[in-house]
């Protein structure tokens, strides 16, 4: 054996590198596919052609009807069938649910803005009009009408974000008519 490596020459040495490494490279693909191929029949039950056996009677083993595993199988339908019924009544239960809860917390979220927008309001006006500093002057200078003006001009975006809730809710409870019964 010895021999025989000496005897080949030098150069020739990089050509066997590349058949060697392309021979295992070949041989690793081969023995991949054999294996999905092998995999892939077993998984379908399929046998190779080699393997057959020439039986002149053989019929396809779908002519003859398994009535023990229809019958079964018909069962298991039924059963997934009254899950799949019962899933789907608890699924609609659940939904209307949350609808109902979900309305019941946007009606009291609504209500509550709208009693704080109007807390607001009227604190900002008994504080801007009652202020005890400066109600004498107030009282003798300004009408009551000259009061909410001077209030609006002093804080006109606490009035103008107080004026918005109040709109914004009564236009959505006079549009979506909340005090009817649905």
């Known amino acids: ?13 990089p050509l066997i590198d590349i058949l060697f490494n392309v021979t295992c490279a070949v041989t690793a693909v081969w ?21 057959a056996s020439p ?3 053989a019929q396809p083993d779908f002519l003859e009807v398994d009535t023990k595993a229809r019958a079964e199988a018909i069962k298991r ?12 009544r608890a699924e609609e239960r659940e939904s209307r649910r949350q609808a109902r809860t979900g309305k019941k917390a946007s009606r009291w979220a609504r209500f509550i803005s ?13 504080g801007t009009i009652f202020q ?14 000259e009061r909410i ?3 609006i001009r002093h804080y006109p975006l606490g009035v103008a974000v107080t004026v918005f809730v109040i709109g914004y809710n009564l236009i959505t409870f006079f549009i979506n008519r909340q005090w009817e019964a649905k």
Do not use: C, H, K
């Open 31 to 51: 023995l991949a596919v054999s294996v999905f191929i092998w995999w892939r029949r077993s998984a379908s039950n399929l046998t190779t052609v080699s393997s």
């Open 55 to 57: 039986r002149r009677g």
């Open 1 to 13: 054996m010895e021999e025989t490596l000496r005897s080949i020459p030098p150069e020739a040495w």
């Open 77 to 88: 339908g039924e059963r997934f069938d009254q899950e799949l019924e019962r899933r789907e």
């Open 149 to 151: 003006m001077a209030m």
């Open 114 to 126: 709208l009693a704080m927008a109007l807390f607001s309001l009227a604190t900002m006006i008994s």
């Open 132 to 145: 005890v500093s400066i109600m004498g002057a107030y009282w003798e200078q300004f009408s009551a009408g």
